[in-house]
């Protein structure tokens, strides 16, 4: 049987979209029921090995019910629902957050390299945005009930634009989306990254590259 050119062309368009799919799907599908994390494993996997035995609390998680404290540097606090905290997500691709923010407070730029993440406005005002590669800034502020999404991987900040508290709950399509601070990451990495890069890299001398670190150091 002779295959035609739009034959060819359709077999072609159906297998890139299979492999897009395969690209940006977050974490791979579950091939049991469920697959509890035994947290204290010393075997390494790409995600936690199932535990033998497990119960209803391995599912549970009561953490994002009250505000976090928000009185720190930057005015804002993280509390993930991730797999660290409900066992039972492993496997499952989602999991969850609560950002808390002080009057002005700012949850710096950063990014998630395993997923997609969308937040819902609980109270309060923020101004949110993500920047592409080609470095283009798409922002917006959202107010009470309103959705906004940063893609996958994108550096991205949220800012409480009022006098008062703000809070949104985040949803993620990992289990463990991971976060980096680009700040943090950048100038308070263990080994140090040299101060003669970063001077070089923000266009600054060693001796605020010296500063910035002093400022952004773990507190012993």
Same mark, same amino acid.
């Given at each position: ?8 062309? *359709? =077999? =072609? ?19 049991? #029921?469920?697959?509890?994390? #035994?947290?204290?494993?010393? =075997? ?17 998680? %009561? ?6 404290? *928000? ?11 991730? !797999? ?5 997500? %492993? $496997?499952?691709? /989602?999991?969850?957050?609560? @950002? ?15 997923? $997609? ?14 920047? $592409? *590669? ?20 994108? !550096?991205?900040?949220?800012? %409480? ?17 991971? $976060? ?12 140090? /990254?040299? #101060? ?7 266009? @600054? #001398? ?15």
């Amino acid at each position: 049987m002779e295959i035609g050119p739009r034959t060819v062309a *359709t =077999v =072609v368009t159906v297998m890139s979209f299979a492999i897009f799919l395969g690209i940006v799907s977050a974490d791979p599908d579950m091939l049991q #029921d469920v697959c509890v994390a #035994d947290l204290a494993s010393k =075997v390494k996997v790409n995600g936690f090995p199932c535990k033998a035995d497990f119960n209803e609390t391995d599912f549970f998680f %009561n953490g994002l019910a009250k505000p976090g404290l *928000t009185n720190n540097t930057l005015g804002s606090l993280v509390t993930g629902a991730n !797999v660290q905290k409900i066992p039972g997500l %492993n $496997t499952l691709g /989602v999991s969850m957050a609560r @950002i808390d923010y002080a009057p002005f407070g700012l949850n710096p730029p950063h990014t998630h390299p395993r997923a $997609t993440e969308m937040v819902f406005v609980l109270y309060g005002e923020l101004h949110v945005g993500f920047i $592409t *590669t080609a470095n283009v800034l798409v922002a917006k502020t959202i107010k009470a009930g309103e959705i906004f999404v940063f893609p996958r991987g994108l !550096v991205h900040f949220q800012k %409480n634009v009022q006098h008062a508290p703000a809070a949104v709950i985040a949803a993620f399509n990992s289990q463990l989306p991971g $976060t980096q601070a680009i700040a943090t990451a950048l100038f308070a990495a263990k080994p140090t /990254v040299p #101060d003669d890069v970063l001077a070089k890299a923000f266009q @600054i #001398d060693t001796k605020e590259v010296k500063m910035i670190k002093a400022k952004l150091a773990p507190k012993s």
